[in-house]
């Protein structure tokens, strides 16, 4: 019987020894990642209700602070001057 105090791995033993502890490492990393990207994901945004006007997300992002007096001036002017959204 061999142990591992004996440092007698031989043959593939010393592979799969290795390829073990890659593998334990790279399994500990991609969880810690996947933990971290899901702990600090955005909060999705809220669907916009049928029958609301575009400018009315528009204000509330610039009531939440989600954007600036400029941003917000820039994008209603752009709003505005495309013309009201038709249905096909």
């Known amino acids: 019987m061999m142990f591992w105090h ?3 791995v031989s043959g593939w033993g010393w592979f799969a020894v290795s390829a073990g502890m890659i593998l334990f490492w790279a399994l ?9 990207r899901a702990l600090n994901r ?5 669907p916009i209700p049928a029958g609301t006007s575009p400018e009315q ?25 495309s013309g009201p959204v038709t249905k096909h």
């Open 6 to 8: 004996d440092h007698d």
């Open 57 to 81: 997300p528009l204000a509330e992002r610039f009531a939440r602070g989600d954007i600036d007096e400029d941003e917000y001036q820039r994008r209603l002017a752009a709003l505005r001057s």
């Open 28 to 36: 500990i990393i991609t969880a810690a990642v996947l933990s971290f």
């Open 42 to 46: 955005a909060p999705e945004q809220p």
